[in-house]
């Protein structure tokens, strides 16, 4: 399997030539996330960095490709069951196996879940889902919930569902079943 010094290039350069500067930065802000909360909680480093490189990678395409992606890897059944703004995440699994060769089955799931979440989530899921709400670049208030998840990272995978939950109460967008089910594994943390 390729490195992460290997992936680097090729993934930054793939936003750049779309003219994507400010997601690619959002990338980067989520691999050093990413690498500080694997350092910090006990996981692979460069796993963690891997996953967060490509969670976004195929962000810029449009609904028609991300579908014929979901439909290849996943059946033709599987991209009606998510919201539209979430297939990223599945095509994105599907880029990194058949594009890059990457075979992690944790990688795999760390990226495929990273909006959404799931109950039973790993380490390294956990690690990138969290990291995608808490890096620096993002223009949320998020500076608690950031220490929280270095402190207590189921802590802090609870808050962000929560803000999750507020951010698609008030835009009105779809909820994903596997999100409303992380919820219900986690929203306990919060009535302690
Ligand atoms: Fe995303
Ligand atoms: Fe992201």
Known sequence: MKTYAELYPIVKERFL?????????????????????AAKHGADVE?????????DVVKNENPASL??????RYGPAEADR??????????AVAYAET???IADADILAAIENHSAGRPGMSLLEKIVFVADYIEPNRDYDNADI??????????????VLRETNHILARTGWPRAERGDAAW?????ILEE
Not at 17 to 37: S, W
Not at 47 to 55: M, N, Q, R
Not at 146 to 159: E, M, T
Not at 184 to 188: D, K, N, P, S
């Open 17 to 37: 030539a779309r003219g994507k500067p400010g997601r690619f930065r959002h990338v980067e802000g989520v691999i050093d996330t990413a690498a500080a909360l």
């Open 67 to 72: 579908r014929c992606r979901i439909d290849q």
């Open 47 to 55: 796993k963690a960095k891997i996953a967060a490189l490509l969670h």
């Open 146 to 159: 950031r220490q929280a998840c270095f402190d207590n990272l189921d802590l802090g995978v609870a808050l």
């Open 184 to 188: 219900a594994e986690y929203r306990h």
């Open 99 to 101: 594009e890059l060769g």
């Open 82 to 91: 998510w919201p539209e703004k979430l297939w990223h995440g599945l095509a």
